[in-house]
């Protein structure tokens, strides 16, 4: 069985401050697919990044930067320098090959200005 | 633009009628769809895979019988709440994976916000 663990369940911060989304996820398969996604109060899910299970390499974009370590099997997410705008609920997400995904409990974030 | 399209985006019915959600790829077939459910302030739950020519396979706890999904093509998948109850007030979001010469992905509708009164 597949399982992903948002331990953080809200996070707070004023404006311009660095923000780090934890996840851990648990999987018995060797080929799998880590995401990140944004839920703003509108519901859409905005996609963020979708990383694979042989593709350790970390990634930044723009203030958007996340950590993959298949050896502590976490997937870390950080919103650096962070804005009203990214106030939102965050979702880290797992999926084999059948693209079939399992969620984490997602984390609130809110930036006050 | 959108490439998994879901209609309607909000729907309020009275209890005891039937609502039925679309969920439409615009630019690529889609033989398996997913719907996932998502009460308010918690997290996205698989309800049941969609799968065109074919029955679709429900979670367990998922009442096939409350929740009828028809893909009738390769582009439509369509989820039926029957009989729906105010506990059936919830965000309901299609995905539709895709693959293309080695690559994949997974796009989703914008949701459904059902309200049952």
């Known amino acids: 069985a597949q399982k992903v663990t948002q331990a953080q369940t809200e996070i707070s911060v004023v404006e311009k401050e660095d923000v780090t989304l934890d996840c851990v996820y648990e999987?018995?398969?060797?080929?799998?697919?880590l995401f990140w996604y944004k839920q703003p109060p509108s519901g859409e899910l905005v996609f963020l990044i979708r990383?694979?299970?042989?593709?350790?390499q970390n990634e930044i974009s723009g203030r958007y930067s996340w950590n993959f370590q298949k050896s502590t099997s976490s997937f870390n997410f950080t919103i650096t320098a962070s804005q009203v705008v990214d106030s939102a609920v965050y979702f880290c997400?797992?999926?084999?090959?059948?693209?079939?995904?399992?969620f984490g409990a997602g984390t609130t974030v809110t930036v006050r200005a | 633009g959108a490439v998994v399209s879901q209609h309607p985006s909000r729907v309020i019915c009275k209890s005891g009628t039937s609502v039925k959600i679309e969920c439409r790829s615009l630019?690529?077939?889609?033989?398996?769809m997913f719907w996932y459910r998502q009460f308010p302030k918690q997290s996205l739950m698989l309800m049941a895979t969609s799968n065109e020519g074919s029955k679709a396979t429900y979670e367990q706890g998922v009442e096939k019988d409350k929740f009828l999904i028809n893909h009738a093509s390769l582009t439509l998948s369509t989820l039926t709440v029957t009989s729906a109850h105010p506990e059936d007030s919830s965000f309901y979001i299609c995905?539709?994976?895709?693959?293309?010469?080695?690559?994949?992905?997974?796009?989703f509708g914008q949701g459904t916000r059902l309200t049952v009164v």
């Open positions: 997400a797992l999926a084999s090959n059948d693209y079939k995904l399992s």
């Open positions: 990383r694979n299970s042989f593709d350790e």
């Open positions: 995905s539709a994976p895709w693959w293309d010469r080695g690559r994949r992905g997974a796009f």
């Open positions: 999987t018995r398969d060797t080929t799998y697919y």
């Open positions: 630019d690529f077939q889609a033989t398996t």
